[in-house]
């Protein structure tokens, strides 16, 4: 049983950063991809970033230069550091994880290939 478990969404001012921290459990977590999406209010959950088994990083438009994804295979953690957040930020940060391969980029872009996902922490930024 795979378990996804994030941490470390707030309230935070314009400009300000935050971490998020995604623990897995259940399964080696260095094969997997893990994803980050976003749901804002109103909104369908949209692709932020993700990292795959070699550490490759791919992002957003609209998040690329401000957040960086990082991974510790040692403590089964995937991070998402946000900085220089805006109001248009606000939304619930969802982890998810996939060990499917062999499949395009853009293919792990969308929801389709994780198998996995956390509950969610909710990440507000105020103007």
């Known amino acids: 049983q795979v378990q996804l478990v994030e941490s470390g969404g707030g309230l935070v001012p314009a400009g300000g950063s935050l971490r998020l921290s995604c623990a897995i459990s259940?399964?080696?977590?260095?094969?997997?991809?893990m994803g980050w999406f976003r749901q804002a209010p109103g909104k369908e959950r949209a692709f932020v970033g993700l990292i795959n088994w070699s550490g490759n990083t791919y992002y957003a438009d609209a998040v690329k230069g401000r957040f960086t994804i990082s991974r510790d295979n040692a403590n089964n953690t995937v991070y998402l550091q946000m900085n220089s957040l805006k109001p248009e930020d606000t939304a619930v940060y969802y982890c998810?994880?996939?060990?499917?391969?062999?499949?395009?980029?853009?293919?792990?872009?969308?929801?389709?290939?994780?198998?996995?996902w956390g509950q969610g922490t909710q990440v507000t930024v105020s103007a």
């Open positions: 259940g399964r080696t977590f260095s094969s997997y991809v």
């Open positions: 998810a994880a996939t060990a499917r391969s062999g499949y395009s980029r853009g293919y792990y872009y969308t929801e389709t290939p994780y198998d996995y």
